[in-house]
């Protein structure tokens, strides 16, 4: 039972060596190439120093020292790269993965645990590579007469609509995946499609926990969309734009906290009610419904979903970011890039390189990400903090809150901001 | 010019289409996101262990009780007054980010309609409050 290939011979192992060979050849010509041509065809390339970058033409400056620099300086600012890692999905991905693991830790350090701690020489800090693992190696099981496809593709359904909200988050000047002239508008809209995708995919688990999971899931979604909605119209009256690039521009002076502390306040407590997290995380109550909508979820569908709702977290962190803290606002603390290197090259001993292209970013944007990011953070751990500390409250609590109390709120914060703007202290001719 | 094709937008005016195309980021991105994640799914699924001996395994989890009745039922809907309100609500909101993203370019006279209409908002909010405790009418 233990050995490893009991009938194994030399001769059948090259044949599928091979045969594994020539059938990676033929699919490379007959699919590969087309495949890269079609593809090519679509994306417009850079043009670098008056010619056509070429993959051909990259590849060959690869090699030539001069050009190296503008060539990652044209990959880094084309669209794809946006997307798939700086303002887009890799950084994302990157502050959740964080957030996951200081969670852990903070957690455990509030409790008087260790939390984890064995994988990794350093406190654990390999154990999200660790669970990773783990989830990929699992089964996924898939309820009997459960609504198969629906199962299957909410989760990633839930990962991407999660991503389209990171897209829509502006982190440096002009460093923002897609600058839409009603940026705010379109995170209500993506906002929206949440809980149709909670509800969905409690329903075609065809299981009792999940489906009520879901059914809280909806009514608590529905009930803090409104608070949330009004308790940003405060910032929209006073800079007259639904631009959230521009909003974090008119914040230059001062930050919007100051003046709306009320709506930030509403906006906060509204964002945990949407991310479902302590005190109000009664659709995944554990002591209750076992595990709320996520009961039947296993495996790397569980461990897409997790990732799913962290993306969503940083996400709203980054959005009362940019509408009440200033976004990437702050004083210059990154040194300039120094101007020997760009005039004279990088000298070490008697060599002297000469490296064109150079600086590949600005010094604002190398700012404006740190200022953005340490920001971000502290908000994060803002919404963290609040697991350890208070128990869960009950449906009707929840729902009294949303529409008596944080809707009555919400309406104050607009009449503050109206008193703001027609008293001249904000606007035109104000402060701002 | 006055197409509805073009919008103006001071003396200039844009092609419709490419106002929409900014939208087209968004969907590259939630299409990215796909991509970046169903491998994950497809990996877990080819490396993963199925096994199909047990029929037990594959009920809908109740803890540790053979499940009775179908999992998808009929049932009473308890607080629907508060999602029929969102039904409402969620519009007047929209409503008025019409009116907050250009007040800066309205007459301060304009103001007054607004917040007659938030009033009347308001009070239909409170008595609809006041029946979502009612909950024998629901």
Known sequence: ?432 | MDSFLYLRKSLKATLVGEAVAGYSHVLMMFGFAIIATAPALIISRMISPRRRSNPVKFLPMECGQVPSGAGRTHFMMQYYAFILMFVVFDVMAIFLYAWGSTILNLEKTATLPIIAFLGIMFGAMAYALYQSKRRDIW
């Open chain 1, 1 to 432: 039972m233990s050995v490893i290939a009991p009938k194994f011979r030399l001769g059948y192992f090259l044949k599928s060596l091979t045969d594994n060979i020539f059938w990676i050849i033929v699919l490379l010509t007959l699919v590969g190439i087309p495949a890269i041509m079609i593809v090519l065809f679509f994306i417009d390339l850079p043009v670098l120093d008056g010619t056509l970058l070429t993959p051909f033409l990259a590849f060959t400056m690869m090699f030539h020292p001069e050009l190296a620099v503008p060539v990652v300086k044209s990959l880094l600012y084309s669209d794809f790269f946006r997307i798939a890692a700086f303002p887009g999905f890799g950084f994302a991905a990157l502050l959740a993965a964080g957030t996951i693991f200081a969670e852990r830790k903070l957690l455990a350090k509030l409790q008087l645990r260790v939390g984890p701690f064995y994988c990794g020489k350093f406190e654990g800090i390999l154990q999200l590579m660790a669970d990773g693992l783990k989830l990929i190696s699992k089964e996924i099981i898939i309820p009997a007469k459960a609504d198969k496809p629906i199962f299957w593709t909410a989760p990633i359904l839930f990962v991407a609509t999660a991503a389209a909200f990171v897209s829509l988050i502006p982190v440096a000047p002009g460093w923002v995946v897609a600058d839409l002239d009603v940026g705010l508008l379109a995170v209500f809209a993506i906002i929206g499609f949440f809980p149709i995708i909670t509800i969905l995919s409690a329903w075609s688990a065809n299981s009792k926990f999940p489906f009520i999971g879901g059914i809280r899931a909806l009514h608590q979604m529905v009930s803090f969309e409104i608070p949330l909605i009004l308790s940003l119209l405060g910032v929209v009256i006073l800079t007259g734009t639904l631009n959230l690039s521009e909003i974090v521009e008119s914040q230059s002076n001062y930050w919007f906290i100051v003046f709306l502390p009320i709506g930030a306040i509403v906006f906060f407590i509204s964002v945990l009610a949407e991310l479902e997290r302590i005190p109000f995380d009664l659709p995944e109550a554990e002591s209750e419904i076992v595990a709320g909508w996520l009961t039947e979820f296993s495996g790397m569908i569980y461990g897409l979903v997790q990732l799913g709702s962290y993306l969503k977290l940083y996400a709203f962190a980054a959005l009362f970011v940019v509408l009440f803290l200033g976004g990437w606002q702050g004083p210059m603390i990154v040194p300039p890039f120094p101007a020997e290197i760009i005039t004279h090259g990088i000298e070490a001993g008697p060599i002297t390189v000469q490296v064109p292209g150079l600086p590949i970013t600005t010094q604002e944007m190398l700012n404006g990400t740190l200022w953005f990011t340490l920001k971000t953070v502290a908000v994060i751990f803002f919404i963290l903090i609040p697991r350890g500390v208070f128990p869960r409250i009950r449906i009707d609590m929840l729902l009294s809150i949303g529409w008596n109390k944080l809707i009555a709120l919400a309406f104050i914060n607009i009449f503050i901001a109206l008193g703001l703007l027609y008293a001249g202290v904000l606007g035109p001719g104000g402060l701002l």
